[in-house]
């Protein structure tokens, strides 16, 4: 018993470890924040009881609650006001909003990150062309079954004060989204319905202190 209570313990310390770095290193992805989490409390990686990414997520609401609530607060309201902003510019594309803005874990390194769908996908390109928006497009993996990959095109921007990248999809694909990284579930979308209500919840708890 007691060996497993140690080993929790060590868990939720990787975990707040990796938190940390993740807010304050920009660090995006979980495997690459346990690894260094591992390494800096002098463990092998290997032999270490890894912490799940849904611990680290909690611990990263945590540290950001703690140490950096105003600032936070701030932020993430102004990153939701851009995406919407983007989101009224890609109308013809159904743009979901997703990760940490959607989330509310956006730290100063985040993205913006969106979802968009054209049967044509030559017509995104043509579109961010078409409004002189400069991009850079790559190519990432994601997981649209339990041991199903997928690549999408990505298209990455700095618009403003904020940087964006827009995942785009086949126009059927808005019906099933592909799994999040986090808790293995469909990911979540919001539409810009969805991202003004989050606006308005966040108003109203600035309003009685509860940002």
């Known amino acids: 018993m007691p060996s497993v209570r140690k080993n929790e313990a060590q868990r939720l310390h990787m975990a707040q470890i990796a938190a940390r770095l993740m807010q304050e290193q920009g660090i995006r992805d979980f495997q690459t924040a346990k690894r260094k989490a591992a390494q800096q409390l002098g463990l092998d990686v290997r032999d270490s009881i890894l912490p799940r990414?849904?611990?680290?997520?909690?611990?990263?609401?945590?540290?950001?609650?703690?140490?950096?609530r105003d600032h936070h607060s701030e932020r993430l309201r102004a990153m939701r006001e851009a995406a919407l902003d983007a989101m009224a510019m890609l109308e013809d594309f159904q743009p979901r909003l997703v990760g940490s803005v959607l989330s509310g874990l956006a730290n100063?390194?985040?993205?913006?990150?969106?979802?968009?769908?054209?049967?044509?996908?030559?017509?995104?390109?043509?579109?961010?062309q078409s409004h002189g928006l400069a991009y850079e497009i790559i190519e990432r993996r994601l997981r649209v079954a339990r041991d199903q990959y997928a690549f999408y095109p990505v298209f990455q921007l700095t618009v403003g004060a904020f940087d964006y990248e827009i995942t785009l999809f086949k126009g059927n694909d808005i019906r099933q989204s592909p799994l999040s990284p986090v808790d293995g579930a469909p990911m979540r979308r919001a539409n810009r319905a969805k991202v003004e209500r989050l606006l308005d919840d966040d108003a109203l708890?600035?309003?009685l202190g509860l940002g």
């Not at 990414?53 to 950096?68: G, K, M, S």
Request: hydrophobic share 50%; charged share 20%; aromatic share 16%.
């Open 53 to 68: 990414n849904q611990e680290i997520e909690a611990a990263l609401a945590e540290h950001q609650r703690l140490f950096d």
């Open 108 to 128: 100063a390194y985040s993205f913006i990150q969106l979802h968009v769908f054209a049967d044509a996908p030559e017509t995104f390109d043509l579109f961010l």
């Open 205 to 207: 708890g600035a309003r």
